[in-house]
């Protein structure tokens, strides 16, 4: 058994315990939380820390198939130039590069405190690096197709679904966006997630014309995508937002992570929690500044507290996969957010949002939740500074 105490213990869902004690198992698991009022009376076998101890992170938006891209696509140049980028660079990857990127962020994330991820897949070429990992992986088998062949798609789709699931590995078919899934392909998806009781993730309002695309086919992400040779001939504008058009084609009791919401108004914001009884919000703030330079209304995120996740995107638009970074761009650009909503933002809620949170999310008895110490905290102002760092304790 080993003994940790700080100068702060954030359980999760309780208000910080000064001075408190977690005692683990050998395996990580929480055998006991002593709360000890701010009075160390005792420190038989104790390892005490200055800074504060969370538990480990959740990841909920990662694409570690192209951690290979790092340093790679410039930043500032909007979502509609980034993905022709990216279109480019998949067409002459190297696959050697790309395992061995996998295996070091994986590694890398596991250093950032990180012990669950929600993984987007085009291909398999993850599952022997994440069968062997310490981090708990969910692997979003990512949907794309706007033409007519949506049966085929979903064809591979699932046999790339189930090859996850024969290694062991939690893992669902979600769509990508809403520009670039036909109303078939959606259908399939959702009566897929219904069966499985799987967990959606989607790309949401990354870019302002992803809405002029809806409203009337018209704008720089539509001339992209036809500039990419994507046949949008039969494909119709709504006359509403993407957001909005949606709505029947998702499924009403799924867990739906809908992730960057850079450009989600608050009406859509509503709208979607009315409709959905599980929609999460993940934010990807260091993502969206690389790409779009700009920030989701993180205020926007306290009317639903429980809802909100955090993820890191991929190395093709951040320069880390650090959780502890992207809390820190949330607090720097919102007085409101506080470190306690932070915390929760990133271990329970996204532990929640992937069916993970009997196992991790909170420091609380029977759970392995992994524990992290958070160093150079400001103890005055209960906050990150910049110079905040994160050590993983077990
Ligand atoms: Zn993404």
Redesign the pocket.
């Known amino acids: 058994m080993r003994r940790f105490s700080a100068n702060y213990i954030y359980c999760v869902g309780q208000p910080p315990l000064k001075n408190g004690i977690v005692e683990v198992n050998d395996s990580g698991k929480i055998l006991n939380v002593i709360d000890t009022y701010g009075e160390l009376q005792e420190s038989r076998n104790l390892e005490f820390y200055n800074g504060v101890i969370v538990p480990g992170f959740v990841n909920t938006?990662c694409?570690l198939e192209l951690s290979e891209l790092k340093n790679v696509v410039p930043e500032k140049l909007g979502l509609p130039e980034f993905l022709n980028k990216i279109f480019q660079y998949k067409k002459q990857k190297k696959d050697n590069a790309t395992v061995k990127s996998i295996h070091l962020y994986d590694q890398i994330m596991r250093s950032n405190g990180i012990v669950a991820v929600g993984d987007?897949c085009n291909t398999a070429i993850s599952i022997p690096i994440k069968q062997k990992s310490e981090i708990n992986y969910y692997s979003f088998v990512e949907a794309i197709g706007i033409g007519e062949n949506s049966s085929e798609i979903f064809y591979n789709n699932n046999e790339l679904y189930r090859n996850f699931l024969k290694n062991n590995l939690k893992a669902s078919i979600v769509p990508h966006a809403p520009y670039s899934v036909s109303i078939e392909l959606f259908k399939l998806i959702k009566d897929h997630s219904e069966k499985n009781r799987s967990v959606i993730s989607i790309?949401n309002q990354e870019t302002e014309s992803e809405r002029e695309m809806f409203i009337n086919k018209t704008g720089s992400l539509i001339t992209k995508l036809i500039s990419l040779g994507v046949n949008m001939d039969k494909w119709n504008a709504s006359g509403e937002s993407s957001v909005r058009t949606i709505i029947p084609y998702l499924p009403s009791h799924s867990n739906i992570l809908f992730?960057h919401n850079t450009y989600t108004s608050e009406e859509e914001f509503d709208l979607i929690n009315q409709n959905f009884e599980n929609a999460y919000w993940c934010l990807c703030p260091l993502s969206n500044k690389y790409i779009e330079n700009r920030f989701p209304n993180f205020d926007m995120f306290l009317n639903e507290p429980e809802k909100v996740t955090i993820g890191t995107?991929?190395l093709a638009s951040n320069k880390v996969l650090s959780i502890l970074e992207e809390m820190k761009v949330v607090s720097e650009n919102s007085e409101n957010v506080t470190f306690e909503q932070l915390i929760q933002w990133a271990t329970v809620n996204g532990a929640k949002a992937l069916k993970m949170d009997s196992e991790i999310g909170s420091i609380t008895i029977g759970k392995t939740p992994g524990l992290n110490l958070i160093t150079n905290f400001n103890f005055s102002k209960m906050n990150l500074t910049n110079k905040s760092e994160v050590k993983v304790l077990i």
């Open positions: 938006h694409h987007i790309h992730v995107d991929s």
